[in-house]
């Protein structure tokens, strides 16, 4: 499946993630708390969380900076963004600004910020090359940039399971490896030698290895595959291959998940790339 433009998060992209919003945000939420304690963000910081999607992060952020800090969250998505506004003002809190900005080319009028953050926020643009140069800009001398990207594909099946299944019903065009998408970061080595020749010192690559619980926490496996058919896009893949195969794709799902629904969720294994690195200059 190719992957959806820039545009798409303020269109259909952008409207079903948030109709799917506290499904996606449980399911990654162990990767970002993961990575918050890998960041070791101290108080009174000014911090950007790139790829804020609806600011779970954000506000996490904000509470450790606390009122001496400052966080901006940055996101392509007017859509997401509006929500996070939404609850930052449910929340009260004084210290977190959303901005909607593309992070390749913009340069937030809050920079420049003494942390980068991000989770799952920078494997989709047209040139991350030019978006790891872009953002670089942003952090002050010997700031650091934290990010997580997903790691290789054999090792996150919770991703691979759906197009293999997909597959056997429809021909899957075949994925660009160096173009936007979720593996587009899962070679550590290529991906350091990206960041070294967007100046970038320091950095440091951990494996994470943990579990994507499918659906989000209290998922059975007939709800996460609605969750797969309608949050993934994958009826959207399959609209035009008419409604027994988009059935058929459906039992596949609800039949393979079945295994690893243990514990209240479907519990399978994922792995990611956490990252860090720093401004030199």
Known sequence: MTEPPVDDWNGALGERWLANIDAFESMIAPVGEALLTKASIGPGE???DIGCGCGPNSFDIARIVGAEGRVTGIDVSGKLLAK???RRAAAGLSNVAFVQADAQTGIPDAAPFDRLFSRFGVMF???TQAAFANMRGWLKPGGHFTFSCWGPPGENPWIGFVAEIVGRHVAMPLRDPAGPGPFR????QATEAMLREAGYDFIEIDLWRGE????GMGAD?????????????IGEALK???ADIIADVRRDVVEIVKPYHRAGAIRMDASAWFITVRNPA
């Open 125 to 127: 643009f047209d040139d």
């Open 46 to 48: 000014a911090v950007a």
């Open 84 to 86: 996070a506004e939404e």
């Open 185 to 188: 970061l899962a070679d550590a």
């Open 240 to 242: 035009d291959s008419g």
């Open 221 to 233: 496996p007939e709800s996460a595959a609605d969750f797969v058919m309608g949050a993934l896009g």
């Open 212 to 215: 994507q619980h499918l659906g």
